[in-house]
C-alpha cells in the first residue's frame, strides 16, 4: 500500500464547476497535509495547508481534513481554465525530519 | 523574499559524468530540503538539512550522492558517475520550523 494515494485522473469540470481533489494516507501518526499545484514541466506550488480536522477555507480553495478517516481533499469553487494542473497531496511525516512524502498527483483539466 | 533559487535549470551530460546542482534557500529558512521528481510521480524526498547539520537521508541516496550546506546557507546536491536512471527533476524546497517549505524551479537532469 502506497503512504499517500491520490486518484490520477485526469478530473475534468466544466468552468465554473466545483472540482473535488481527494487524497487518503496511511501514516495514522501524519500531522500536517499540504496541497501543492504543479503546471507541466514547473515545480510544486503550494496553495493550502492544513493541521487540524475540518474545513480550512482560503478564497476559492477549501482544504477538508478527517484524521479518523485519514482523508485529506481539496475543493476548487468556481474552476477556471487556469486551474488546469496536476494537484499534489503531500503528508508531513512524524519525526524530526518533517519531510514531505506525496502522492501521484491528480491531474485536473477545466473545459470551457 | 526572493524564493527558492535553483541552478542550472538544465544540465545535459553523458553517463559516467559528475554533475553538482546548488540551491539557495529564502533568507532565514534554517530547513533545507532535496527531493527528486521523475516523471508521473510525486517528489520523493533525498535528504534534509537544520542549518548546517545533514539530519536524514533518504534510502534512495546512493552512495554516487552527496549533499552539502556549508554554513547553514546554499546547499549543493552532487551525483557521482551518473548512470541513465539519474535523469529526473531534483527540487529543493526550504522552510522555518513548523512552516510550509516552498520549492525551487528545480534542475532538470537529463542522462545521454
Known amino acids: 500500500q502506497k503512504e499517500v494515494e491520490q486518484n490520477s485522473g485526469p478530473l475534468s469540470v466544466p468552468e465554473g464547476a466545483i472540482a473535488s481533489l481527494n487524497c487518503t494516507y496511511s501514516d495514522r501518526g501524519s500531522q500536517s497535509f499540504f496541497w501543492y499545484r504543479q503546471y507541466s514541466g514547473k515545480s510544486p506550488e503550494l496553495i493550502m495547508f492544513?493541521?487540524?480536522?475540518g474545513d480550512k477555507e482560503d478564497g476559492r480553495f477549501t482544504a477538508q481534513l478527517n484524521k479518523a478517516s485519514q482523508y485529506v481533499s481539496l475543493l476548487i469553487r468556481d474552476s477556471q481554465p487556469s486551474d488546469s494542473a496536476t494537484y499534489l497531496c503531500a503528508v508531513e511525516n512524524t519525526g524530526t525530519a518533517s519531510k514531505l512524502t506525496f502522492g501521484t498527483g491528480t491531474r485536473l483539466q477545466v473545459t470551457l | 523574499d526572493t524564493g527558492v533559487s535553483q541552478n542550472p535549470r538544465h544540465k545535459i551530460t553523458k553517463r559516467g559524468q559528475n554533475v553538482t546542482f546548488r540551491c539557495d534557500p529564502i533568507?532565514?529558512?534554517?530547513?533545507l530540503y532535496w527531493y527528486r521528481q521523475t516523471l508521473g510521480q510525486g517528489p520523493e524526498f533525498l535528504t534534509y538539512?537544520?542549518?548546517?547539520?545533514?539530519?536524514?537521508k533518504s534510502r534512495l541516496l546512493s552512495d554516487r550522492f552527496s549533499a552539502e550546506r556549508p554554513k547553514g546557507s546554499f546547499s549543493t546536491l552532487e551525483i557521482q558517475r551518473t548512470e541513465q536512471g539519474d535523469s529526473a527533476m531534483y527540487l529543493c524546497?526550504?522552510?522555518?520550523?513548523?512552516?510550509?517549505?516552498?520549492f525551487g524551479d528545480g534542475t532538470r537532469l537529463s542522462i545521454l
Open positions: 538539512f537544520q542549518n548546517e547539520a545533514q539530519l536524514e
Open positions: 492544513i493541521y487540524s480536522n
Open positions: 533568507s532565514e529558512h534554517n530547513r
Open positions: 524546497a526550504s522552510s522555518l520550523q513548523r512552516q510550509p517549505q516552498h
